[in-house]
C-alpha cells in the first residue's frame, strides 16, 4: 500500500471538480476519498472563463470561514493534467497545498487551487457583484457535484443562493459534460 501512496496525491476540489463527471473528463484516475473542511478560507468567483462564460470559483485566505469540498485521490501521473486544466501554465490557478479536516476530524494534506488575483473581500453576506458571477451551467456543476459529494445540507444551501450571470457554458463545454 505504501507504493501505491507514493505514486498518488490527495486533491481537494471546491468547485467544478466536485462533480464525478467533471473530474474524470481530464483525470481518469481521480478516486473519491470522502469530504473534508478548508478551514479560514470562503468561496469567491472572480476571473470570467470564455469555456464557461461566467467566473470560475477561487479559494479567499479569511479567518473563521470555511469552504466544504471533496478529496479526491489521483495518481501522479495525472498532475500535469490537473494542472494544465486549472490553468498554472497560463497563471489562471496556482497550486497550494493545503489542511484539510476530514468528516472524522482527522487532517489530512491536499493539494488545491487558488487564482492568482484575489477579489476585494467580501463581507458573509454581501452579494457577489454581477460582473463576477458565474454561469449558470458552471453554478449548477458545482451544486451537482455537492449533491453527490454529499457536502453538508446548510453548505449546498449556502451554494444553492449564490447568484449566476443567465449564461449557459460554451457549446463545448456542455458536449463534455455530457459525455
Known amino acids: ?11 481537494f476540489a ?11 473528463i481530464n483525470n481518469p484516475s481521480a478516486e473519491f476519498i470522502g469530504t473534508g473542511r478548508l478551514d ?16 470560475s470559483a477561487t ?6 470561514h470555511y469552504i466544504w469540498g471533496a478529496i479526491w485521490r489521483l495518481h501522479i501521473k495525472d498532475m500535469p ?17 493545503v489542511e484539510i479536516t476530514t468528516v472524522d476530524g482527522a487532517k489530512v494534506v491536499c493539494r488545491t487551487y487558488q487564482q492568482s488575483i484575489n477579489p476585494p ?12 458571477r458565474p454561469s449558470s451551467t458552471y453554478l ?6 455537492a ?8 453548505y449546498i444551501e449556502k451554494l444553492s443562493k449564490i447568484p449566476h450571470n443567465g449564461n449557459k457554458a460554451s457549446p463545448e463545454m456542455i458536449e463534455k459534460l455530457n459525455r
Open 147 to 154: 449533491k453527490e459529494c454529499k457536502l453538508p445540507e446548510e
Open 40 to 55: 479560514d478560507h470562503y468561496l469567491d468567483f472572480m476571473k470570467y472563463s470564455d469555456h464557461w462564460r461566467g467566473t
Open 59 to 64: 479559494i479567499i485566505p479569511n479567518e473563521g
Open 81 to 97: 493534467a490537473l494542472d494544465k486544466q486549472e490553468g498554472v501554465e497560463t497563471n489562471w490557478y496556482f497550486p497550494r497545498d
Open 1 to 11: 500500500m505504501s507504493g501505491f501512496a507514493k505514486e498518488t496525491f490527495l486533491y
Open 140 to 145: 449548477e456543476c458545482i451544486i451537482n457535484g
Open 14 to 24: 471546491y468547485g467544478s471538480n466536485l462533480l464525478k463527471k467533471r473530474i474524470r
Open 121 to 132: 473581500l467580501r463581507q458573509e453576506n454581501e452579494e457577489i457583484p454581477a460582473e463576477r
